[in-house]
């Protein structure tokens, strides 16, 4: 073979070979263009296993998803719907037109809420967080250092609420409790264009019913599956505590709230503050009723059914004995405050005022079994130091 022909052999040679590699590397692109199309679609159709949550459903359709939060002061309507459709993708020409239509995963997220800041920490987005309602009153502190830093503004609550300053920051969702009906300034908000989503999670019947108000914050993040992985491990442990007192015979009497302008807020038989009675093994009058929030009764109503109680949980913000005299002397007329049977929610309570009850609380329903659990049948939890509550002295 002469010198020529083998010149035209090897180009022709590694023409071949770059060509090659061309298509193969063509096709390990595709491949993972094709790979990560999968999992953004599997993440966003991912169908959540809602177990004891009775506030909201979410429902998968066709290039969206349906979320409703739904009425517990009107049985049977529906307080706000959203419909959910992938980031950047085009939206179905079939999403109805009675809900907000949000595009997710959301990227920001003005939580008014302290309880929704604890079911954010839970799911590792607080760096999403822009705005909170009172920054001095956040006890996370992560998210402490964000507002420091000038990464997360306040922006008021209720009658402080700043509108305008809510609508420059413009964050891809605001979140907020709901409370009986949509708000002037909540109407305001949605009719700007910002999506407002209500979290009523208060309003469940029991500790894992309100904690299970994390999937319904994770839908917007598209992460449903961590939220279900997470609230498994969580439902485990509160089942094993549950399983640790289920023997238990003897059921203190317990007392719980305070009087408050005039009107004690008793928690209702059908309120979450109830079950985690009933799942320690205490002993309250109001279990028969039928409330899911709180009762609103007279001093006198409760002294005359509850003077005898031996144990009292959640005596407003008092850190002790005297401080509950100073704001009632009636409260010494009970037994509990006579034997020194007092439990306050403000172990967690920073500087500056800020209580974590109010934010990690909400997700840590297992804590706080095991702290209710400890003051009820302290010989079962000897290991155990209150996590949340504190005896008042």
Known sequence: MGIRQLLILSTMLSLFLILSCGKSANKKTVSKSESLKEIVDSSFYFRSNIKHAKGFTI???????????????????????????????????????????IEV???????????????????????????????????????????ESGKVIGVGHGATLD?????????????????????NDETKLINAGLPVAFNIEWMESSPLARAEWAKFIAVFFNMEQRA???????????????????EVEDKPDVISGYHYKGVWYM??????LAQLLRDAKGEYCWFSDSTQGSIPLSFEVVLEKQSGAKIWFGPAHCQSLKEMKDLDERYTLFQAYKDGQVYSVTKRTNENGANDYYE??????????????????????????????????
Request: proline share 5%.
């Open 360 to 393: 990690s609380g909400v997700i840590c329903p297992d804590l706080l079994l095991k702290d209710v659990a400890k003051v009820l049948h302290p010989e079962l939890f000897l290991d155990h130091d209150l996590f949340f509550y504190q005896k008042l002295d």
């Open 105 to 147: 995963p959301v990227r920001s997220i003005a939580a008014l809420s302290s309880t929704q800041i604890g079911i954010l920490n839970f799911l590792g987005v607080l760096d999403k967080v822009v705005a909170v309602s009172l920054p001095d009153r956040v006890y996370n502190g992560k998210l402490s250092k964000r507002v």
């Open 59 to 101: 429902e998968i359709r066709e290039g969206y998803k349906e979320i409703s939060v739904l009425d517990p002061w009107n049985k049977g309507q529906v307080f706000q719907k959203y419909y959910l459709v992938p980031r950047g993708k085009e939206k179905s020409s079939s999403i109805p037109t009675d809900g907000q239509i």
């Open 228 to 246: 279900d992985d997470l609230f498994s491990e969580l439902e485990n442990r509160y089942s094993s505590i549950k399983s640790k007192i289920k």
């Open 267 to 272: 928690p209702g038989g059908q309120s979450y």
């Open 163 to 183: 509108f305008e300053r809510i609508l420059d920051l413009s964050p891809e969702l605001v979140m907020v409790a709901g409370f009986m009906k949509i708000s």
